[in-house]
């Protein structure tokens, strides 16, 4: 069983900026595929932005179009950590924001559904 804890969420204006953590209990972390996901009140979750490896040393980072340009990707394999650096936040920003981890090898980095565990979420509100 794996756990993912995040941390790093709150209230910021527009244009500011948050990093958002998160750290799994997982071994072999650094083939893991992990994602950041959330969901804003009435809507549902949507894709912010993964990173995977193509089985090498090397990572690939995709982001959701909306994100792009503002948010950054990134994990420390020695820390079991991934983190999503926000800038220039944005009202329309405001959601529980929600670490992924999926086992094996995938493709499909942007649905939900491929993921095999979450964390709990943390609150990110951005006011104007």
């Known amino acids: 069983q794996v756990q993912l804890v995040e941390s790093g969420g709150g209230s910021v204006q527009a244009g500011g900026s948050l990093r958002l953590s998160c750290v799994a209990s997982a071994r072999t972390f650094g083939s893991y595929g992990m994602g950041w996901f959330r969901q804003a009140p009435g809507k549902e979750r949507e894709f912010v932005a993964a990173i995977r490896t193509s089985g090498s040393s090397l990572y690939f980072a995709y982001y959701a179009d909306s994100v792009k340009g503002r948010f950054t990707i990134s994990r420390d394999n020695a820390k079991n950590a991934v983190y999503l650096q926000m800038n220039s936040l944005k009202p329309e920003d405001t959601a529980v924001y929600y670490c992924?981890?999926?086992?094996?090898?995938?493709?499909?980095?942007?649905?939900?559904?491929?993921?095999?565990?979450w964390g709990q979420g943390t609150q990110v509100t951005v006011s104007s």
């Open positions: 992924a981890l999926r086992l094996g090898t995938y493709s499909d980095y942007d649905v939900s559904a491929e993921y095999n565990y």
